[in-house]
């Protein structure tokens, strides 16, 4: 089992920046992939960006050159970056690990743009 824990969600202007964090524990070993995913109201889940073991990334059009996901192996967390955010990046935002044994989910987090 993969526990993952969320944080750095919140208030924000447009145009204004937050960075959301996830710490994963448990059996860390077995992770391959993670990432980050949101769910703004009434829509589908939809991926934001992921991160392979190797560092490899992989984003959704929409946030391209706005959002940076990265990854401390150390400290088992991975993070999103984002910048020069729109009231359309509105949403539930959670992380995902991707391992040998299955997907695995955080409990989300808010992030609210608006004026």
């Known amino acids: 089992q993969v526990q993952l824990v969320e944080s750095g969600g919140g208030l924000v202007q447009p145009g204004g920046s937050l960075r959301l964090s996830c710490a994963a524990s448990g059996s860390i070993f077995s992770i391959r992939t993670m990432g980050w995913y949101r769910q703004a109201p009434g829509k589908q889940r939809e991926l934001v960006a992921t991160i392979s073991n190797g560092g490899s990334t992989n984003y959704a059009d929409s946030v391209k050159g706005r959002f940076t996901i990265s990854r401390d192996n150390a400290k088992n967390t991975v993070y999103l970056q984002m910048n020069s955010l729109k009231p359309e990046d509105t949403a539930v935002y959670y992380c995902?690990?991707?391992?040998?044994?299955?997907?695995?989910w955080g409990q989300g987090t808010q992030v609210t743009v608006s004026s």
């Open positions: 995902n690990a991707r391992s040998l044994a299955g997907w695995y």
